[in-house]
């Protein structure tokens, strides 16, 4: 009998598999701005066009991307109402088969890590969280614990993360560096069958030279890697990071949500989805 | 005639403002549990329990305290209930003449960052942010070009922080020293008449020798100070970093909202917030 995806209670087991499904490791950020939308939508109130180009969006790549990831601020910015919407959406792409990202960046400790834990799954599922390093496994640990996957940042590709992220330590390591060696450490304690851990690391794409290094040092971590199509990256920059296709979760946003328009928004969508798998199952060894 | 809070539009300037009106720099953090609560409260729902709670918290320690700081975590634990709960007592708490921390602890660059910017005034009013800075100052500035305060982490409190933030560099600072001096020369764009920037920073009472550094290298930062009381620091830890009461702004949040039980609990609770902000007054120079 075929193990169903929900049945999988490992975070990373699942992701694996759903990565196997899906045939690449694509995941499709949704990160909804009304003014960026099919004009056809741009006639609803915020909330009603947030539920019509999500749903949209995610019923053209279900089948094709393994995961969607929803940027949070994007509904907390709309309220309260925002919150519920962006939980019901989540239960409508587990419902499709997609594996949920909820890219938060939070970063608390203890008690109220735990509190944000329990908020990412109160209103509709979630699978794995973005959170934050820098007050350590304290704010780590507590979402591990709860049974969710963790996406910690590493390497962001943001300009003015170097002045932070590429500074040299005494022992020679850079701050990424070390973000990475507690990473790796912490995430031996999560490590499911699939070997990889529920405790995986953000690396941008546009940094391949240094995702290279950064895959050494955490050789168990699923790396979600955005930075592909509008920031400038090729699936050939995150090549050395995929493997055999479960080394890397390779997220785009605007290239595939907000594509040139050519028969209808949907349709392009899907299209822009399925070019990009493509890509990146040639890129997989 | 004289200035009325709500007129003063830089926060720094604000908070300086409240701080004199209530004559101690004191913040009290609202982290509310349902279990530790008053016995009375415990029989409500948890969202009727919050309300009822944080409403007699506010109402208890205005005019004592300058600020309060809602805990994010503890109110989306509820879900978009709780997020619109938190809107209402943001305001409730504004209307008493407090000012306004959301303790969000929010990290993301651009235009989410500025959509978390918006998230923390859509439902309900907001003067100060904190907010995460492995991202660099594209995660920092857009809650600043908002019109926010942003209390910026630099050195926390927690024990796993240290393999992180006390980590030296090459150049002889720690990482936290070197997050100090990026706030340092961004928060100089954003100074007010009162000489305070709106850039903060949050650094743990408990590393008083450590503050006293950071003091130097951010001589225009109010800190945003936890760690007095339950957490074992004391009023003269922080005594370095207040100055004439504009310095630092001390907040705690179990030793006040959870005091010993002696006559009632709103009782009990202005009672330790008189207490507490008696002992700041003391450590002011």
Sequence with gaps: MMQTMTSINHPADRLCKAIDTAGAPLCVGLDPVQEKMPQELQQFEALESFQFFCTGVIDAVAGVAAAVKFQSACFERLGAQGVALLGDLRQHASDEGLQIIL???????????????????????????????YLGIDGIEPFLDAGLGVFSLARTSNPSGNPIQAQQLQDGRT???????????????????????????????????????????????????????????????????????????????????????????????????????????????
Tied chains: 1, 2.
């Excluded at 908020?119 to 959170?131: F, K, L, S």
Aim: hydrophobic residues 40%; glycine residues 10%; charged residues 15%.
């Design 103 to 133: 890219d938060a960046k939070r970063g608390d400790i203890g008690i109220s890590a735990a509190h944000y834990a329990d908020a990412a799954t109160v209103d509709g599922p979630c699978d794995w969280i973005t959170v934050n390093p």
């Design 175 to 285: 701050v990424a560096e070390s973000i990475a060696d507690v990473l790796a450490t912490c995430g031996q304690k999560y490590q499911g069958q699939s070997g990889w851990s529920s405790l995986g690391a953000v690396v941008g794409a546009t940094k391949a030279e240094e995702a290279s290094a950064l895959r050494n040092r955490m050789p168990h971590q699923i790396f979600l890697m955005p930075g592909i199509g509008a920031q400038g990256a090729s699936p050939q920059d995150v090549a050395c990071c995929l493997g055999e296709g479960h080394g890397a979760l390779v997220t785009a946003s605007r290239s595939v949500i907000y594509p040139v328009p050519k028969i209808d928004w949907q349709s392009d969508i899907a299209e822009a989805a399925k070019t990009l798998a493509s890509e990146l199952q040639s890129a997989m060894t």
